[in-house]
């Protein structure tokens, strides 16, 4: 398969809105309820923390699915971390909901879990931390990339893994861009 078709793959496996489907079974349009948002944090808010979590893993998987064809596949790191960005970019901008889509931390979750799990557990660790403090899921989440960012240039990840944190990190801050106006106004 060449590097282009594993790059597309990787975005459509990342834009199956799983937070979408699993709420329709249950007979809610999620995009209309809560914060309007396709991720774990607003189902498990709609309806209930069990289907939230379901969700989360469901995306963390499609991230990490991405990363692991590519590897499959074509094993160029290159290649393997622009299928990982571009599964993350298909959560958060996907052909199957019109072009909208999630703020993508969970499937960044995967992603990184998959292509370096240091980086995966220094945010987990930042975000369970800030989140946990602020009660600001929002919050916690861009702490968690932006120090897991930080962490892979500081101790010399592959240029390939740095940047894709670093793309990541201005991906979610773009994705929290009305969280984030919300916090400044607060």
Do not use: Q
Not at 71 to 94: D, K, M, N, P, Q
Request: charged share 10%; proline share 3%; aromatic share 6%.
């Amino acid at each position: 398969m060449t590097p282009l078709l594993v790059i597309v793959a990787g975005y459509f496996a990342g834009a199956i809105p799983f937070g979408v489907i699993l709420a329709k079974r249950k007979g809610v349009d999620i995009r209309e309820r809560g914060s309007g948002n396709i991720g774990a944090t607003n189902v498990a808010r709609v309806i209930g923390l069990g289907s939230g979590l379901v969700v989360l893993a469901l995306d963390a998987l499609k991230g990490a699915a991405a990363v692991w064809l590519a590897r499959e596949l074509c094993g160029w790191e290159h290649i393997v971390a622009l299928t990982g960005f571009a599964a993350i970019l298909g959560h958060c901008f996907s052909p199957f909901l019109g072009g909208k889509g999630g703020k993508g931390v969970a499937t960044a979750l995967g992603v990184f879990l998959a292509i370096a799990p240091v980086l995966a557990v220094v945010a987990i660790a930042v975000f369970l931390v800030v989140a946990g403090r602020t009660r600001v899921p929002a919050l916690g989440s861009l702490s968690g990339i932006a120090s897991a960012t930080l962490y892979a240039f500081i101790t010399g990840m592959t240029l390939d893994i740095s940047l894709l944190a670093l793309a990541t990190l201005a991906l979610l801050v773009y994705t929290h861009r009305g969280n984030l106006a919300r916090l400044v106004t607060s």
